[in-house]
């Protein structure tokens, strides 16, 4: 059976940290393609990717958020991470973590299994 739960959101103010928390059930870490990523939603938008991980460890972010996030996975923990720096309000948003058996993925219509989502709030 395979899940993936969110944790780790909350309300802070611009300028501030957090550590979001993707628990993953299967063998995700033990397959030879692995797609794993962060997506954040905001009612009314489309689905955007903020951080990608690939099998060997190698990441990508968009422009907007490079710098500050960061995604990492820890296997022997069955978890992948994302930790924001210097939160801004305009990434006030739902935060999901999505996975796929492929070796390469772009869009969020690559991923097949996603959390539930765990919200972001920045104030000003």
């Known amino acids: 059976q395979v899940q993936l739960v969110e944790s780790g959101g909350g309300s802070v103010q611009a300028g501030g940290s957090l550590t979001l928390s993707c628990a993953v059930s299967?063998?995700?870490?033990?397959?030879?393609?692995?797609?794993m990523a962060w997506f954040r939603q905001v009612p009314g938008k489309e689905r955007e990717r903020v951080a990608a991980i690939d099998i060997d460890g190698r990441t990508a972010y968009p422009i907007s958020v490079q710098g500050r996030f960061t995604i990492s996975k820890d296997a022997a923990k069955d978890t992948l991470y994302l930790v924001i720096h210097s939160l801004k309000p305009e990434d006030t948003a739902m935060y999901y973590c999505?996975?796929?058996?492929?070796?390469?993925?772009?869009?969020?219509?690559?991923?097949?299994?996603w959390g539930q989502g765990t919200r972001v709030s920045v104030s000003e």
């Open positions: 299967g063998y995700w870490f033990n397959n030879k393609k692995l797609c």
């Open positions: 999505a996975a796929a058996y492929k070796f390469v993925c772009a869009t969020a219509s690559d991923y097949e299994y």
